[in-house]
C-alpha cells in the first residue's frame, strides 16, 4: 500500500463515529500505528543466510600446521563476509554466492580456480554451475581450461544463453564474447599441486581422498526469500579421457529449488553423479517431507554405504542450516542475519 494511500485510509479510520469517547492522544497513537503497518506491507523479509564449503576428505590438526589452519580460515572468514555484505544490502541470492565463489576461486589454497588440481596431460580443467531456486533456471561450465572465474561462467550460460551445460572450446568462446578475464592456461598453475600430480604418477603415493576432494562451493537465501546454490572445482587430480565429475552436473553436485532448498556438494564426484545426491536431499524434503537436515544425513548416509565419500552444504527458506560429510574435515562455514556464525574445518569442531 503507497503512503498517500496508507494515510487516507487512517484519516477514514478515525472519522468514523464510535459509541466510546476516543482521547485525541488515543487518536494519534491510531494514526501512527495504522501507517507504520500498511506502510511494512509488501516489505521483504529481512531473513538471510549464507554458507560455505571449501572441500571435504582427509585431515587431522596433527598433520596441519596452525600457519596453514589461519590460512584456511582467514579465506574462509573473507569468503563469507563478503557474501553476508551483500546480502545484508540486499544483493540477490545468485549475486552473494557468485562473488563469494570468485574469492575462494582466487585463492590457491583450494581445488578450484587458481588452485586447481591438475590432469594427467599436466594441464588444468575446471567445471562450476550455479542454480536459482526462484526459477530453477541454471547454468554450467565443464573441462574449461582459460577462464579466470568459472563461476561467472556458469552464472552467464544461465543469464544469457537458451543453454544450461557449456563445455571446452565451446564455453571459452561463450565467455570470450561475454566480456569475462580469459588467462593462459599456466595462471592456474601451483607448485604444490604440480607436486602431487608427479608423485602419483611415480607411483611414489597411492590415490587418497585429496586426489577426489577440494571443490568449492556456496548456497545462499536472500532477504527476498530466494535460495541459490554454486559450485566450482577443479576435479580430480590425475584424470584422464576429459573426465567431468559432479560439480557442473545440475542435480549431481549443485540443486536449488524454493520449495525446498539450495545444496552443494563435494566430494569423489562419480558417487555423487550416480546417486543424484543434490537432487536427492531436495526430493527427500519435497516427497517425504523431511527437513534439510534429515535429508541431508541420509544422502550422507547413501553415499557411505557406496563407499563413496565427501560432504555437502545445504540450506532451506527457513535459514536453516546443513554441513554434513563423512570424512574427518571439511573446510566450511555459515552467517545468518540473527548473528549466529560458524568457520570450521575438523570433525566435532
Known amino acids: ?189 601451483t607448485p604444490a599441486r604440480y607436486e602431487s600430480l608427479k608423485q602419483l604418477q611415480k607411483k611414489e603415493r597411492n590415490r587418497n ?18 535460495l541459490c546454490a554454486g559450485t566450482s572445482t577443479g576435479g580430480m587430480t590425475n584424470k584422464k579421457y576429459g573426465r567431468i565429475g559432479d560439480s557442473p552436473v545440475i542435480g549431481a553436485g549443485n540443486y536449488a529449488d524454493n520449495r525446498t532448498c539450495a545444496v552443494s556438494c563435494t566430494g569423489h564426484g562419480e558417487y555423487f553423479i550416480r546417486l543424484a545426491v543434490a537432487k536427492d536431499i531436495s526430493a527427500m524434503m519435497e516427497y517425504k517431507n523431511m527437513n534439510v537436515g534429515d535429508a541431508s544425513r541420509e544422502a550422507i548416509k547413501k553415499l557411505s554405504t557406496m563407499g563413496g565419500t565427501g560432504g555437502v552444504i545445504a540450506l532451506d527458506t527457513q535459514g536453516n542450516v546443513v554441513m554434513e560429510f563423512n570424512t574427518s574435515g571439511m573446510y566450511r562455514g555459515y552467517i545468518k542475519s540473527s548473528g549466529e556464525k560458524e568457520i570450521a574445518i575438523f570433525a566435532n569442531e
Open 1 to 189: 500500500m503507497q503512503w498517500s494511500n496508507a494515510k487516507n485510509f487512517s484519516h477514514h479510520i478515525v472519522s468514523i463515529r464510535f459509541n466510546v469517547k476516543i482521547t485525541m492522544k488515543a487518536k494519534v497513537l491510531l494514526i501512527l500505528f495504522i501507517i507504520l503497518f500498511t506502510a511494512g506491507i509488501g516489505v521483504s523479509q529481512q531473513k538471510y543466510a549464507i554458507v560455505i564449503h571449501g572441500g571435504a576428505g582427509v585431515m587431522s590438526r596433527q598433520s596441519m600446521s596452525a600457519e596453514r589452519m589461519e590460512e584456511y580460515r582467514a579465506k574462509l572468514e573473507e569468503a563469507l563476509m563478503k557474501g553476508e555484505t551483500l546480502l545484508k544490502n540486499g544483493a540477490s541470492a545468485t549475486d552473494a554466492v557468485v562473488e563469494t565463489i570468485r574469492i575462494l576461486e582466487d585463492s590457491p589454497l583450494f581445488n578450484a580456480g587458481k588452485g586447481a588440481v591438475f590432469t594427467s596431460s599436466g594441464t588444468n580443467e575446471l567445471d562450476a554451475s550455479i542454480m536459482n531456486g526462484s526459477d530453477l533456471n541454471a547454468g554450467a561450465v565443464a573441462r574449461v581450461t582459460n577462464i579466470k572465474n568459472p563461476i561467472m561462467a556458469a552464472r552467464l550460460v544461465m543469464d544469457n544463453s537458451e543453454h544450461v551445460f557449456l563445455s571446452s572450446e565451446g564455453a571459452s568462446e561463450f565467455a570470450r564474447k561475454e566480456g569475462l578475464e580469459i588467462v593462459k592456461n599456466k595462471y592456474f598453475f
Open 209 to 226: 581422498q585429496a586426489d577426489n576432494t577440494g571443490t568449492v562451493g556456496c548456497v545462499a537465501l536472500d532477504i527476498h526469500g530466494n
